[in-house]
């Protein structure tokens, strides 16, 4: 994972950074938000983002980037997208999981976690956000959609460019 902030780190150093800022604070202060972005060039190029949103005082990210294969097809984009945030939330919670056992920083009290899906109402995006919708809520994870996808629509957009 990259951060603008530190730097490049693992994802486990990046749920510690997460654990010790969340960790001080109030129930409810914090928010943890994945989201994934792409954009089409000669490959499809794919940002993960994973935001520790501050409630009122700003927030953290870190992303990674991928190129794959060229993806046209706009909800196979969406579908692929989603499925990288839920696989990176899988593995952040795993990692808060063990944490959670040793009793360093027990994320289920300290924070809430969503999904940014990059994909609103207007356009052509909309056809599959109840399918995408119902996929992350079955996998235990709140949904958000535009307008309020920040994490996908403006973090991983801005660097998917």
Not at 3 to 26: C, F, K, M, N
Not at 51 to 68: K, N, W
Not at 96 to 115: C, H, N, P
Not at 147 to 155: E, N, T, V
Request: proline share 4%.
């Amino acid at each position: 994972m990259i951060s603008p902030t530190l730097g490049e780190i693992s994802l486990q150093d990046a749920a510690a950074v997460i654990a010790r800022r969340a960790g001080s604070g109030q129930p409810d202060q914090y928010n943890v938000v994945i989201g994934t972005d792409s954009q089409n060039f000669d490959t499809t190029k794919v940002v993960v983002v994973i935001a520790l949103h501050h409630v009122g005082h700003g927030g953290i990210f870190f992303y990674e980037v991928r190129h794959v294969r060229l993806i046209r097809n706009v909800g196979q984009k969406l579908y692929y997208e989603t499925q990288l945030s839920l696989e990176c939330a899988q593995r952040l919670v795993a990692i808060f999981d063990q944490m959670k056992r040793s009793g360093t920083f027990d994320y289920t009290k300290r924070l809430s976690l969503a999904i940014h899906i990059d994909a609103g109402p207007n356009g052509p995006s909309n056809q599959v956000i109840p399918e995408l919708i119902g996929w992350v809520s079955s996998c235990g994870f709140q949904a958000v959609v535009k307008p309020d996808s920040f994490a996908a629509c403006a973090i991983a957009n801005r660097i998917s460019k």
